[in-house]
């Protein structure tokens, strides 16, 4: 008969988010050491992106900090680590489809329906009468959405990335997003001569 009582693991980890609720950082850091690598493993399954996948455990872990007080793990913590995260990365990939659906509908939208993305397209945001054209269509957005749409495509950042330099969700990029491209469909016809 399988005893009901909690083998070390599972009560060490308890031990540390009842800590971790406290606010003790050294508990908060050893939970982090313990899972840190399988959970990337884990994220790197989903996402097959390594630096991505740091930046999603990353966010989970900071998003565990920050709810710390409220926090109500049921089925263990290394169960509750990685359903966040599954569910985290899940998000990520939806986010970046809708990104990538907006691109390729601007694009056809403009005149270039069966053409290829042109492999230097970052350069011609970059410089040229494009660059400026969408540098106008973006300041017309709130100072918010023109920064995360400069971090994104710019500078190349992902929304993790944009996320925690703006100190905002993942969520709130992927909207910020979403208004940037709908800025450049209604301009649609200023931008169209440059594709």
């Not at 083998?7 to 939970?31: C, M, N, Q, Y």
């Not at 993942?170 to 940037?180: E, L, M, N, Q, S």
């Amino acid at each position: 008969m399988a005893s009901s009582t909690p083998g070390p693991t599972a009560s060490r980890d308890r031990a540390w988010i009842a800590d971790i609720k406290r606010g003790d950082g050294v508990s908060f850091e050893r939970l982090f050491r313990t899972y840190y690598s399988q959970l990337c493993d884990f994220a790197y399954r989903h996402v097959g992106s390594r630096d991505v996948a740091q930046e999603l455990v990353h966010d989970v872990f900071a998003k565990l900090w920050e709810d710390r007080h409220t926090l109500e793990i049921r089925d263990g913590v290394k169960a509750y680590l990685y359903a966040v995260l599954r569910n985290h990365a899940i998000s990520h990939l939806r986010s970046q489809a809708v990104e990538q659906r907006g691109m390729e509908r601007l694009l056809s939208e403009n005149g270039a329906p069966d053409q290829p993305l042109p492999m230097d397209v970052a350069r011609q945001l970059e410089t040229g009468e494009l660059a400026d054209a969408i540098k106008r269509v973006i300041s017309g957005l709130p100072d918010r959405c023109q920064a995360a749409l400069v971090l994104r495509w710019q500078r190349q950042l992902s929304y993790a990335e944009v996320a925690d330099l703006m100190g905002i969700s993942v969520k709130t990029v992927a909207i910020y997003i979403a208004r940037g491209l709908e800025a450049l469909r209604q301009h649609r016809d200023t931008l169209r001569s440059y594709f």
